[in-house]
């Protein structure tokens, strides 16, 4: 129930973490709960420590999912735009040696074609390199919140497992 409601509030991504360190701790919960009530024949096969990591890397690797959601779409985009960008350079470079081919070697006729080739190079470039740097933060960001989603999985884990508070300084 409480998971439910969890989830269909729609945070900033601040508040995402905190959210998603909030569901662990329920995942946990739960998961803990689950082992204590179930019949002995769970028992026999997984202690609560196995029950309990399966749960919490499950959780965190649902999230992970949503992490990266959209990644693979931005990295292709700054991975191709420089060669949409080079076949444009490419295409306009044609236009302009056909152009000379054909007896039209002024600079009027020249020009237009070498022009549109370098508007299709920063066109190319324009895209790409914001895309990769968005990339690159997004990457980083979502690195520095799986940490703490583990570090904070692993805190649950001990809690859950022995009963005990994990203190600071371990």
């Known amino acids: 129930v409480h998971r439910v409601a969890l989830e269909r ?3 900033a991504r601040g508040e995402q973490v905190q959210l998603h360190l909030g569901m662990l701790a329920l995942e946990g919960r739960e998961a803990t709960l689950h082992h204590r ?3 002995a024949h769970l ?6 420590s196995d029950w309990v990591t399966r749960t919490l890397r499950n959780a965190i ?3 992970t999912s ?7 779409i931005l990295a292709s985009v700054g991975s191709t735009a420089p060669f949409v960008g080079l ?8 236009h302009a ?14 020009a237009g074609p070498i022009g549109e080739s370098l508007i299709m190079t920063a066109l190319g470039l324009a895209v790409a390199i914001p895309a990769v ?10 690195k520095g919140v799986l940490q703490k989603l583990n570090r904070f999985a692993h805190d649950m884990h001990a809690y859950f497992v022995t009963g005990a508070r994990v203190s600071a300084g371990t």
Do not use: C, M
């Open 97 to 110: 040696l056909l152009a000379i081919g054909a007896g039209q070697a002024t600079i009027d006729k020249v």
């Open 66 to 72: 949503r992490l990266q959601s959209g990644l693979a």
């Open 61 to 63: 690797d649902e999230f």
């Open 9 to 11: 509030h729609r945070p």
């Open 37 to 39: 009530n179930t019949k």
């Open 43 to 48: 028992h026999d096969t997984l202690d609560v």
């Open 87 to 94: 076949f444009g350079t490419v295409w306009g470079i044609y």
């Open 133 to 142: 740097l968005g990339y690159n933060a997004l990457v980083r960001g979502n």
